[in-house]
């Protein structure tokens, strides 16, 4: 006699329906579906067979086998539709399952147990008609096969269908709301930059004139010596209590240094206004260079543990994009890379490392690359720190993937990054890191051809 071997106990049509929430994932493969290994030889009465069928509701078939060989497969279906023909039980019943087998083969689909099952659902569907309700043959293990039942396979599917849809539907969202939140802050930045400004430019308009004024002022306190020679006490002792020729010399500068910060706090107010232009509707002539000296300026107090910044510009001809949304790719990488140098200082000194004269360095680079696509602006931001770990690396722009503790990363940075050089610059964005070593990001955003 035959054996009936099953990997659960008796499975009923609840048991298939918990089988949809258990262990069902984006990458379930057919060995984390029941299998039924039922298997008859030849020479065996069709009738063992019928009896296996009666025992087992849930049986879809059986396994034949030659001298334990594997021959192919008789399902439930097929037997019971040639048995019940008529004189049916006078050809089959009593004789091997060779004799039906042979008069009602036909072609077995045989997967690999690692296949995943929306790969095998979707070979399954291309059956043709008369087969599409027929078991698969899982191969487990070399030589060794297992059967599943179809509907099984298909509510597996749905499931990760349901599971699919799911995850699409939670990244659209937080994409959305991603989107609304920078809008909503360009909005922002953009009305706080401006309302700096107005008052910023009347600052640094008003120390050019301060600054000429107190020439003014100098000219004709010497024209005034120059006319009254005759010393004066009084005049004297003024100057000695205000320290008059410290201030003759010492006024210019501050004033000069004051100009300098209204100077460089203008360039931040630019700044910002320019990064906050997040919504903008059309493509303009960009200039890369000035996007990154903008984003350096805005993370400038995030240079921190002596962070070293190198650039090496190249001579780049002006690109056509979304300025704010390129500065926004070039801040993640940039703070990715501040984030990655920073937390591998960290280590090192609980480590005690010894010194080998590691400098954290940030080296910006940018160049025109010619390829068989076209010619491209080439920018490359990479990082002297620990690299990303190669099994991170095919995730890493995938959206909500991150590394970072909870609360200190949303996995969106550099998925929306990618997004923008992709699908809004026609570009690419790669990776190229050392594990231990350095990690690189390179842009590529194509040069339109003048036409």
């Known amino acids: 006699m035959f054996a009936v071997h099953e990997i659960s106990s008796e499975l009923s049509v609840l048991h ?58 008789l399902s439930r279906r097929l037997f019971f539709e040639r048995v ?8 089959f019943f009593k004789r091997p399952i060779e004799v039906l087998y042979r008069f009602s083969k036909q072609d077995v ?13 979707q070979e399954s569907l291309y059956r043709s008609a008369e087969l599409v309700y027929e078991p698969v043959v899982v191969e487990v293990a070399p030589a060794s096969y297992k059967l599943l039942d179809v509907h099984q396979l298909m509510v597996a599917q749905g499931r990760i269908h349901q599971l699919t849809n799911k995850l699409l539907q939670k990244q659209t969202q937080a994409k959305l709301i991603q989107t609304e939140k920078m809008a909503s802050l360009g909005k922002i930045v953009a009305g706080v930059a401006h309302e700096i400004r107005n008052p910023l430019n009347c600052i640094w308009g008003n120390l050019t004139f301060l600054l000429s004024y107190f020439e003014n002022l100098l000219q004709l306190m010497s024209a005034y010596e120059e006319e009254y020679s005759e010393i004066c006490p009084r005049i004297n002792a003024l100057k000695e209590e205000i320290e008059f020729d410290f201030l003759q010399e010492d006024l210019p500068i501050t004033l000069e240094g004051m100009k300098l910060g209204a100077t460089q ?12 232009h997040m919504d903008e509707t059309k493509p303009v002539e960009t200039d890369i260079h000035e996007c990154v000296e903008i984003t350096l300026l805005i993370l400038k107090n995030r240079f921190k543990n002596g962070i070293e910044v190198v650039k090496n510009y190249g001579e780049l001809p ?8 390129l500065s ?11 984030d990655a140098l920073t937390e591998h200082a960290a280590d090192r000194e609980i ?6 004269n590691w400098q954290p360095q940030i080296e910006i ?17 990479a990082d002297n720190g620990p690299g990303v770990p190669l099994h991170n690396q095919e995730q890493i722009f995938d959206t909500f993937f991150t590394t970072k503790p909870a609360g200190k990363g949303s996995g969106m940075g550099l998925a929306i990054s990618h997004q923008i050089v992709t699908e809004k610059h026609g570009g690419k964005l790669k990776l190229r890191s050392h594990p231990g070593e350095n990690t690189k990001f390179e842009i590529f955003l194509p040069i339109a051809s003048k036409t």
């Open 265 to 276: 706090l203008l360039k931040i107010v630019n700044g910002l206004h320019h990064f906050s």
């Open 109 to 121: 689909l045989v997967l690999p147990g690692s296949k995943l099952i929306v790969e095998a659902a």
């Open 365 to 381: 680079t940018t160049k025109v690359v010619e390829t068989a696509d076209g010619k491209w602006v080439a920018i490359g931001i």
């Open 16 to 73: 298939i329906a918990e089988i949809c929430t258990w262990n069902i994932s984006l990458e379930s493969t057919l060995l984390d579906l029941p299998l039924y290994n039922c298997q008859i030889e030849l020479t065996q009465q069709a009738k063992e067979v019928a009896q296996a069928f009666e025992e087992n509701s849930m049986l879809p078939g059986v396994i034949l086998t030659d001298r334990g060989n594997f021959v192919g497969i």
């Open 351 to 356: 480590q005690a490392q010894p010194s080998d």
């Open 84 to 91: 019940n023909r008529r004189y049916g039980l006078e050809m």
């Open 318 to 325: 002006p690109v056509r994009g979304y300025s704010g949304q």
């Open 328 to 338: 926004q790719v070039f801040l993640n990488l940039l703070v990715n890379a501040i």
